[in-house]
C-alpha cells in the first residue's frame, strides 16, 4: 500500500484482463505548461500564456518519439489545452476524464510563490488532515489514483499519456514510490512529465523542466 492509500494503483494492475498478467506499457503523466496567471480568477480556470503554449509545442515534441495511444487530460482548460498540442502532434483526439483535476482548492485565494509553497509544503507534511482548500493530501490521491485506474481500465492497448497538475501527480508517484512528495513536486516545471510503468507504477523517468 502506498503512504497515501492508494492501494489500488499497486494492486489492481496486475489483475487486469480477467487475472492474466497486463504486457508491460508506460504510464506518462503529463504536467500541465506555463498557465496565464490572473490573481482574480481561480487557478482551475487559467488558459496557457503565449509562453506556454510555446512550450508545449516542445513538450510535444518531447511525447511524440513515445508513441502514445492515448491522450486523456483533466477537465481544467490548461491541461486541456496542453493535452491538445500534445495530440495534436500525435495524430490523436484528447480524451477527458473527470477526477483528474488538481487538489481542490479554487476557494483559497491567489497566494505568492512563497506562502504557496508553504502551503503546500505542509499539506504534504500532514495529508490526513484539511489544511489547504476542500481536499486533503489523502482525498486528492485516492482521487487522482482512481481515476487514473479508470483510464488504463478502458485504454488497454498501448502507452496512455494523461495530462494533468503538479500536486495530483506527486501524490500518486509517492504513493508507488520510495520519493518525498515536497521534493518531488518541487521539481515539476510547467511543463514536465514522468513515465512510469504499468501495471506496477515503478518510476522510469523523471523529465522536469521543457523550456
Not at 503523466?29 to 482551475?44: E, R
Not at 515534441?61 to 502514445?68: K, Q, T, V
Not at 501524490?171 to 510503468?197: H, I, R
Request: proline content about 5%; charged content about 25%; hydrophobic content about 45%.
Amino acid at each position: 500500500m502506498g503512504f497515501w492509500g492508494c492501494e489500488a494503483v499497486v494492486v489492481t494492475h496486475g489483475s487486469l484482463n480477467g487475472g492474466r498478467r497486463s504486457p508491460l506499457r508506460k504510464l506518462i503523466l503529463v504536467k500541465h505548461s506555463l498557465p496565464q496567471i490572473v490573481p482574480a480568477l481561480p487557478s482551475d480556470r487559467w488558459l496557457l500564456s503565449e509562453e506556454g503554449r510555446r512550450r508545449a509545442g516542445l513538450l510535444a515534441e518531447r511525447i511524440r518519439p513515445l508513441r502514445p495511444g492515448v491522450v486523456v487530460s483533466s477537465r481544467e482548460p490548461k491541461a486541456r489545452e496542453t493535452a491538445d498540442v500534445i495530440a495534436g502532434s500525435a495524430g490523436l483526439t484528447v480524451v477527458v476524464r473527470e477526477g483528474l483535476h488538481e487538489h481542490e482548492r479554487s476557494g483559497v485565494g491567489f497566494l505568492g510563490a512563497l506562502e504557496f509553497d508553504e502551503a503546500i509544503r505542509s499539506m504534504f507534511a500532514r495529508p490526513a488532515e484539511l489544511v489547504l482548500g476542500d481536499e486533503t493530501a489523502v482525498e486528492a490521491g485516492r482521487r487522482f489514483a482512481s481515476a487514473v485506474e479508470a483510464v488504463l481500465d478502458r485504454y488497454r492497448d498501448g502507452d496512455v499519456v494523461v495530462v494533468a497538475h503538479g500536486t495530483v501527480i506527486a501524490l500518486f508517484v509517492s504513493g508507488a514510490n520510495d520519493v518525498a512528495p515536497f521534493q518531488f513536486w518541487s521539481k515539476l516545471g510547467l511543463p514536465s512529465y514522468v513515465v512510469l510503468s504499468a501495471p506496477g507504477m515503478g518510476l522510469l523517468e523523471t523529465v522536469g523542466s521543457i523550456e
